[in-house]
């Protein structure tokens, strides 16, 4: 019996290609993840330094269009993660290593997020408080 041809989405679901295509998702994320990093940090600014409730909308505004996308783009990568994390054990090379790094990478910015905004809170509590 002779081997069937794989269609197009079997080939994006295979080894190496779907790895390189999660570390350029997990790229793209890393990008949006720094840019959302560094808004939350102009917010921190904006805040201390008595701005506009617009000039800090516009912040959180940009923020959202950030998260937006990436959630757009692990939407769209839902069935590449599926198949990684069901056939990681028998992917070889460095794809593996360098996807790892990857995700380290945006875990690390999401954990720095976090702070950041774990600070925004205290800092618009601050705000509310000392309005009242």
């Known amino acids: 019996m002779a081997p069937m041809a794989c269609t197009s989405s079997e080939t994006a679901l295979n080894g190496p290609m779907l790895l390189e295509g999660l570390i350029d998702l997990y790229g793209r994320e890393r990008v949006l993840y720094q840019e959302v990093l560094q808004l939350s940090r102009d917010q921190s600014d904006l805040v201390r330094a008595g701005e506009s409730l617009q000039r ?30 069901r056939n990681r054990d028998g992917l070889g090379g460095s794809h593996p290593i360098r996807l790892q790094q990857s995700l380290h990478t945006v875990g690390e910015l999401i954990e720095k997020i976090l702070q950041v905004e ?12 000392h309005a009242v």
């Open 118 to 129: 774990a600070e925004n809170d205290k800092l618009f509590m601050g705000l509310v408080n």
């Open 56 to 85: 800090i909308r516009h912040v959180l505004d940009a923020k959202r269009d950030r998260l937006d996308e990436i959630a757009r783009l692990e939407r769209e990568s839902a069935t590449a993660r599926s198949y990684w994390e």
